[in-house]
Protein backbone atom coordinates (compact mmCIF):
# COMPACT_ATOMS: atom_id res chain seq x y z
CA UNK A 1 0.00 0.00 0.00
CA UNK A 2 1.02 3.46 -0.38
CA UNK A 3 1.74 5.79 2.34
CA UNK A 4 -1.82 7.42 2.22
CA UNK A 5 -3.30 4.13 2.08
CA UNK A 6 -0.71 2.84 4.83
CA UNK A 7 -2.19 6.16 7.28
CA UNK A 8 -5.98 5.45 6.95
CA UNK A 9 -4.83 1.61 7.68
CA UNK A 10 -2.79 2.83 11.13
CA UNK A 11 -5.69 4.92 11.87
CA UNK A 12 -8.43 2.53 11.59
CA UNK A 13 -6.46 -0.01 13.66
CA UNK A 14 -5.76 2.36 15.82
CA UNK A 15 -9.87 3.30 16.48
CA UNK A 16 -10.53 -0.59 16.85
CA UNK A 17 -7.77 -0.96 19.16
CA UNK A 18 -9.12 1.73 21.21
CA UNK A 19 -13.19 0.90 21.23
CA UNK A 20 -12.16 -2.73 22.04
CA UNK A 21 -10.47 -1.82 25.47
CA UNK A 22 -12.47 -1.26 28.34
CA UNK A 23 -11.84 1.84 31.17
CA UNK A 24 -11.57 -1.03 33.94
CA UNK A 25 -8.94 -2.72 31.69
CA UNK A 26 -6.28 0.45 31.98
CA UNK A 27 -7.43 1.55 35.51
CA UNK A 28 -10.00 4.09 34.53
CA UNK A 29 -13.18 5.00 35.95
CA UNK A 30 -15.97 3.85 33.73
CA UNK A 31 -18.64 6.45 34.58
CA UNK A 32 -22.32 6.69 34.10
CA UNK A 33 -22.22 8.82 31.09
CA UNK A 34 -19.77 7.40 29.29
CA UNK A 35 -21.08 7.34 25.52
CA UNK A 36 -17.96 6.33 24.04
CA UNK A 37 -17.77 2.37 23.17
CA UNK A 38 -14.24 1.29 25.11
CA UNK A 39 -11.48 4.63 25.38
CA UNK A 40 -11.83 7.77 24.26
CA UNK A 41 -9.47 9.29 22.39
CA UNK A 42 -7.61 11.90 24.94
CA UNK A 43 -7.73 8.75 27.67
CA UNK A 44 -5.64 6.91 25.06
CA UNK A 45 -3.66 10.34 24.57
CA UNK A 46 -3.33 10.48 28.28
CA UNK A 47 -2.11 6.79 28.71
CA UNK A 48 0.80 6.92 26.32
CA UNK A 49 1.68 10.28 27.24
CA UNK A 50 1.26 12.44 23.92
CA UNK A 51 -0.91 15.65 23.09
CA UNK A 52 -4.76 14.34 22.39
CA UNK A 53 -4.31 16.45 18.86
CA UNK A 54 -1.53 15.12 17.48
CA UNK A 55 -3.07 11.15 18.73
CA UNK A 56 -6.49 12.12 16.74
CA UNK A 57 -3.94 13.13 13.33
CA UNK A 58 -3.19 9.52 13.97
CA UNK A 59 -6.54 8.02 13.83
CA UNK A 60 -7.57 10.42 11.13
CA UNK A 61 -4.79 8.94 9.12
CA UNK A 62 -3.52 12.37 8.51
CA UNK A 63 0.19 13.20 7.74
CA UNK A 64 1.97 12.35 10.52
CA UNK A 65 5.35 10.12 11.18
CA UNK A 66 4.85 8.79 14.85
CA UNK A 67 8.47 7.97 16.18
CA UNK A 68 9.21 4.42 17.82
CA UNK A 69 9.09 5.90 21.46
CA UNK A 70 5.91 7.39 20.41
CA UNK A 71 4.30 3.73 19.10
CA UNK A 72 5.95 1.43 21.98
CA UNK A 73 3.51 4.03 24.47
CA UNK A 74 0.80 3.57 21.96
CA UNK A 75 1.52 -0.30 22.10
CA UNK A 76 2.16 -0.41 26.21
CA UNK A 77 -1.14 2.10 26.67
CA UNK A 78 -3.40 -0.39 24.17
CA UNK A 79 -2.08 -3.31 25.45
CA UNK A 80 -1.20 -4.85 22.59
CA UNK A 81 0.15 -8.07 22.22
CA UNK A 82 3.29 -9.32 20.36
CA UNK A 83 1.46 -9.09 17.12
CA UNK A 84 -0.46 -6.45 17.24
CA UNK A 85 2.91 -4.33 18.09
CA UNK A 86 4.59 -5.77 14.84
CA UNK A 87 1.33 -4.75 13.03
CA UNK A 88 1.54 -1.60 14.71
CA UNK A 89 5.04 -0.59 13.55
CA UNK A 90 4.75 -2.42 10.42
CA UNK A 91 1.81 -0.06 9.44
CA UNK A 92 3.58 3.05 10.45
CA UNK A 93 6.20 1.94 8.30
CA UNK A 94 8.76 1.69 11.51
CA UNK A 95 11.00 -1.49 12.01
CA UNK A 96 10.55 -3.66 15.18
CA UNK A 97 12.89 -2.61 17.53
CA UNK A 98 14.81 -5.46 19.35
CA UNK A 99 12.59 -6.46 23.01
CA UNK A 100 14.94 -5.92 26.08
CA UNK A 101 13.82 -8.97 28.16
CA UNK A 102 11.02 -11.29 26.58
CA UNK A 103 7.92 -12.02 28.98
CA UNK A 104 7.66 -15.03 30.37
CA UNK A 105 6.50 -17.50 27.81
CA UNK A 106 3.06 -19.69 28.77
CA UNK A 107 1.24 -22.62 27.15
CA UNK A 108 -2.51 -22.08 27.65
CA UNK A 109 -4.32 -25.73 28.12
CA UNK A 110 -6.13 -25.94 24.82
CA UNK A 111 -2.92 -25.48 23.32
CA UNK A 112 -1.57 -28.76 25.51
CA UNK A 113 -5.16 -30.70 24.51
CA UNK A 114 -4.05 -29.51 20.34
CA UNK A 115 -0.50 -31.50 21.16
CA UNK A 116 -2.14 -34.43 22.64
CA UNK A 117 -4.82 -34.96 20.09
CA UNK A 118 -1.65 -34.82 17.67
CA UNK A 119 -0.74 -38.34 19.40
CA UNK A 120 0.71 -40.90 17.32
CA UNK A 121 2.46 -37.32 15.37
CA UNK A 122 5.47 -36.08 17.29
CA UNK A 123 4.88 -32.28 18.45
CA UNK A 124 6.06 -29.91 20.72
CA UNK A 125 6.39 -26.21 21.14
CA UNK A 126 9.28 -23.85 21.35
CA UNK A 127 9.82 -20.34 22.50
CA UNK A 128 12.45 -17.64 21.02
CA UNK A 129 15.37 -18.96 23.13
CA UNK A 130 14.48 -22.55 21.48
CA UNK A 131 13.07 -23.60 24.68
CA UNK A 132 10.79 -26.62 25.02
CA UNK A 133 7.44 -25.42 26.45
CA UNK A 134 5.04 -27.96 26.11
CA UNK A 135 5.03 -31.35 24.23
CA UNK A 136 2.87 -34.75 24.14
CA UNK A 137 3.24 -38.10 24.25
CA UNK A 138 4.81 -39.21 21.31
CA UNK A 139 7.69 -36.27 21.93
CA UNK A 140 8.56 -37.58 24.69
CA UNK A 141 8.94 -41.19 22.99
CA UNK A 142 11.19 -40.03 20.46
CA UNK A 143 13.05 -37.00 22.25
CA UNK A 144 12.95 -37.71 26.27
CA UNK A 145 12.01 -34.26 26.38
CA UNK A 146 11.08 -34.61 30.17
CA UNK A 147 14.59 -35.63 30.87
CA UNK A 148 16.59 -32.54 32.29
CA UNK A 149 19.97 -31.58 30.52
CA UNK A 150 21.74 -29.25 32.82
CA UNK A 151 22.42 -26.34 33.10
CA UNK A 152 19.77 -25.72 30.28
CA UNK A 153 17.26 -28.14 31.08
CA UNK A 154 14.85 -27.73 28.56
CA UNK A 155 15.97 -26.34 25.25
CA UNK A 156 16.56 -27.60 21.76
CA UNK A 157 19.71 -25.65 20.93
CA UNK A 158 21.45 -27.28 23.87
CA UNK A 159 20.31 -30.43 23.25
CA UNK A 160 21.55 -30.36 19.88
CA UNK A 161 25.39 -29.76 20.43
CA UNK A 162 25.88 -31.50 23.30
CA UNK A 163 23.76 -34.53 24.04
CA UNK A 164 25.53 -37.55 22.30
CA UNK A 165 21.84 -39.00 21.56
CA UNK A 166 20.91 -36.38 20.04
CA UNK A 167 23.71 -35.91 17.60
CA UNK A 168 24.39 -40.01 16.99
CA UNK A 169 20.03 -40.24 16.12
CA UNK A 170 20.11 -37.76 13.55
CA UNK A 171 21.13 -39.03 9.85
CA UNK A 172 22.03 -35.40 8.66
CA UNK A 173 22.84 -33.51 11.75
CA UNK A 174 25.46 -31.09 10.34
CA UNK A 175 22.75 -29.61 7.96
CA UNK A 176 19.93 -29.40 10.59
CA UNK A 177 22.17 -27.80 13.27
CA UNK A 178 23.47 -25.51 10.60
CA UNK A 179 19.48 -24.22 10.56
CA UNK A 180 18.62 -24.68 13.53
CA UNK A 181 21.65 -21.82 14.55
CA UNK A 182 20.39 -19.71 11.93
CA UNK A 183 17.01 -19.56 13.30
CA UNK A 184 18.56 -19.06 17.08
CA UNK A 185 20.44 -16.32 15.65
CA UNK A 186 17.76 -14.89 13.83
CA UNK A 187 15.05 -14.77 17.17
CA UNK A 188 18.28 -13.37 19.36
CA UNK A 189 18.34 -10.35 17.21
CA UNK A 190 15.08 -9.67 18.64
CA UNK A 191 16.15 -9.70 22.63
CA UNK A 192 20.08 -8.23 22.30
CA UNK A 193 19.49 -7.63 25.72
CA UNK A 194 17.72 -10.56 27.61
CA UNK A 195 20.85 -12.14 29.40
CA UNK A 196 19.60 -15.88 29.47
CA UNK A 197 20.46 -15.46 25.38
CA UNK A 198 24.22 -14.45 26.08
CA UNK A 199 24.54 -17.20 29.05
CA UNK A 200 23.14 -20.09 26.68
CA UNK A 201 25.59 -18.88 23.57
CA UNK A 202 28.57 -18.51 26.57
CA UNK A 203 28.22 -21.81 27.29
CA UNK A 204 27.67 -23.45 24.00
CA UNK A 205 30.98 -22.45 23.13
CA UNK A 206 32.93 -23.55 26.03
CA UNK A 207 30.72 -27.78 25.27
CA UNK A 208 30.67 -27.46 21.50
CA UNK A 209 33.24 -26.80 18.95
CA UNK A 210 31.05 -27.18 16.09
CA UNK A 211 28.20 -24.46 17.60
CA UNK A 212 31.53 -22.11 17.63
CA UNK A 213 32.20 -22.97 14.31
CA UNK A 214 28.60 -22.51 13.01
CA UNK A 215 27.90 -19.66 14.67
CA UNK A 216 30.64 -17.81 13.09
CA UNK A 217 29.15 -17.92 9.76
CA UNK A 218 26.68 -15.49 9.90
CA UNK A 219 23.92 -17.89 8.02
CA UNK A 220 20.59 -16.60 6.95
CA UNK A 221 18.04 -18.15 8.73
CA UNK A 222 15.78 -21.12 6.40
CA UNK A 223 13.70 -23.58 7.01
CA UNK A 224 13.51 -26.39 9.34
CA UNK A 225 11.15 -28.26 7.46
CA UNK A 226 11.07 -31.43 5.46
CA UNK A 227 12.08 -35.10 5.68
CA UNK A 228 13.61 -36.20 8.89
CA UNK A 229 15.14 -39.29 9.68
CA UNK A 230 15.77 -40.38 12.98
CA UNK A 231 17.79 -43.46 14.97
CA UNK A 232 16.17 -44.26 18.28
CA UNK A 233 17.86 -46.31 20.42
CA UNK A 234 14.30 -48.71 21.25
CA UNK A 235 12.39 -48.20 18.12
CA UNK A 236 15.04 -48.28 15.54
CA UNK A 237 15.22 -46.38 12.35
CA UNK A 238 12.65 -43.33 12.09
CA UNK A 239 11.12 -41.46 9.14
CA UNK A 240 9.32 -38.62 9.43
CA UNK A 241 7.93 -35.54 7.05
CA UNK A 242 8.70 -31.92 9.50
CA UNK A 243 6.33 -28.87 9.40
CA UNK A 244 6.50 -26.07 11.43
CA UNK A 245 3.60 -23.77 12.03
CA UNK A 246 3.95 -20.05 14.44
CA UNK A 247 1.41 -18.91 16.90
CA UNK A 248 -0.68 -15.89 14.89
CA UNK A 249 -0.62 -13.66 17.86
CA UNK A 250 2.96 -14.39 19.19
CA UNK A 251 5.08 -15.20 16.34
CA UNK A 252 8.20 -16.51 18.84
CA UNK A 253 6.57 -19.42 19.62
CA UNK A 254 6.81 -22.22 17.28
CA UNK A 255 4.99 -25.73 17.05
CA UNK A 256 7.18 -28.19 15.23
CA UNK A 257 4.95 -31.85 14.29
CA UNK A 258 6.61 -34.45 12.68
CA UNK A 259 4.42 -36.58 10.60
CA UNK A 260 5.71 -40.14 10.89
CA UNK A 261 5.64 -42.44 7.52
CA UNK A 262 3.62 -45.66 7.62
CA UNK A 263 6.02 -48.05 9.34
CA UNK A 264 7.13 -45.54 11.71
CA UNK A 265 3.63 -44.66 12.63
CA UNK A 266 2.68 -47.96 12.88
CA UNK A 267 6.14 -48.74 15.96
CA UNK A 268 4.81 -45.29 17.60
CA UNK A 269 1.56 -46.57 18.15
CA UNK A 270 2.26 -49.75 19.38
CA UNK A 271 5.17 -48.45 21.40
CA UNK A 272 2.74 -45.51 23.07
CA UNK A 273 0.27 -48.22 23.57
CA UNK A 274 2.09 -50.77 25.69
CA UNK A 275 3.56 -47.98 28.05
CA UNK A 276 0.24 -46.88 29.19
Known amino acids: MNDSERRLALGSFLRNLRSSISPRDVGLPTGSRRRTRGLRREEVAQLAS ?75 VIGRKLDFLAWNRAAEAVFTISEPSPPHDYNLMWRQFTDPVWREGLENWEYVSQRIVAEFRTSRARY ?57 NDPDKKIMIYMPHTATKSRLENYLMESI
Open 50 to 124: IGPSWYTRLEQGRDSSPSVSVLESLASALKLTPNERRHLFLLSGESLPPQLNGEEEIISPSVQMMLDELNPNPAY
Open 192 to 248: LQDVSFKRLIDDLKRESTDFVRMWQHHEASSTLDGYKKLCHPTLGAMEFEHITLQFP
